[in-house]
């Protein structure tokens, strides 16, 4: 896939990608599962932790796609913020919902 193709299938501008190529530049975590979505690799292979460029696991498809969600990314900024009290009820409104299926 060339450099413009990648841009225009993850909305960034061709020198965006560039940068991130050459090293002038590195994507933040939500980029990055953009880019390991649109190559199907892992962010392993990406960050060069691996060499082997295996296709995105199921589990790893489902992360990603829960990281570049809009909606849970205002909960991920918030929720290190909350009261400990606020965390206790969500925990408990957790538990509701995760015994609700059984």
């Known amino acids: 896939m060339s450099r413009e ?3 225009k299938k993850i909305d ?3 020198s965006t990608v560039s940068k ?3 090293g002038v530049r590195e994507p933040d975590l939500k980029t990055l599962g953009e880019i390991s979505k649109a190559l199907d690799v892992s962010i392993d ?3 060069g932790i691996t060499d082997t460029p295996e296709p995105l696991s199921i589990d790893e498809k ?6 570049t969600d809009p909606d849970l990314k205002r909960w ?5 913020l909350s009261k400990e009290d606020d ?3 969500l925990r408990k409104m957790w538990d509701i919902i995760k015994n609700e299926g059984e």
């Open 5 to 7: 193709d990648l841009a």
């Open 12 to 14: 960034l501008s061709y």
């Open 20 to 22: 991130y190529e050459t």
């Open 45 to 47: 292979y990406l960050m």
């Open 62 to 67: 489902e992360f990603l796609d829960t990281i």
């Open 76 to 80: 991920f900024i918030n929720l290190p």
């Open 87 to 89: 965390l206790k009820k």
